[in-house]
């Protein structure tokens, strides 16, 4: 499976923004999508997860985004979808979109695909 990651940029902190991470490929290979975001000197860390195994739908979310963070799936394009609102300074990352098969995971280790990283830079 092939990844394309789009929609960062800059914005003041409280603002909105919503990335974007296109499938293609082997996509009925994976029912896994998930987001990372990652700062230098520091491991990549999970922020959100969509499970679609089986016709059911399932998120999680790392506590620090929950309620202001939304992922989402439009299955016509094989798009996964983050919305960012009301954001912070610490938001401020590289964030990746990866999948896998099997069953979500906080791990990044645990992920066979990857697109390319899109800047989000939150000023105060």
């Known amino acids: 499976v092939q990844l394309q990651a789009s929609g960062g940029g800059l914005v003041p902190a409280g603002g909105s923004l919503r990335l974007s991470c296109a499938a293609s490929?082997?996509?009925?290979?994976?029912?896994?999508r998930s987001w990372f975001r990652q700062t230098p000197g520091k491991e990549r860390e999970f922020v959100s997860a969509?499970?679609?195994?089986?016709?059911?739908?399932?998120?999680v979310y790392r506590d620090s985004v929950k309620g202001r963070f939304t992922i989402s799936r439009d299955t016509a394009n094989n798009t996964v979808y983050l919305q960012m609102d009301s954001l912070k300074p610490e938001d401020t990352a590289v964030y990746y979109c990866?999948?896998?098969?099997?069953?979500?995971?906080?791990?990044?280790?645990?992920?066979?695909?990857w697109g390319q990283g899109t800047l989000v830079t939150v000023s105060s």
């Open positions: 969509i499970n679609y195994r089986g016709g059911d739908t399932s998120t």
């Open positions: 490929g082997r996509t009925s290979s994976v029912n896994i």
């Open positions: 990866a999948a896998k098969s099997g069953s979500a995971s906080w791990s990044w280790k645990t992920y066979h695909s």
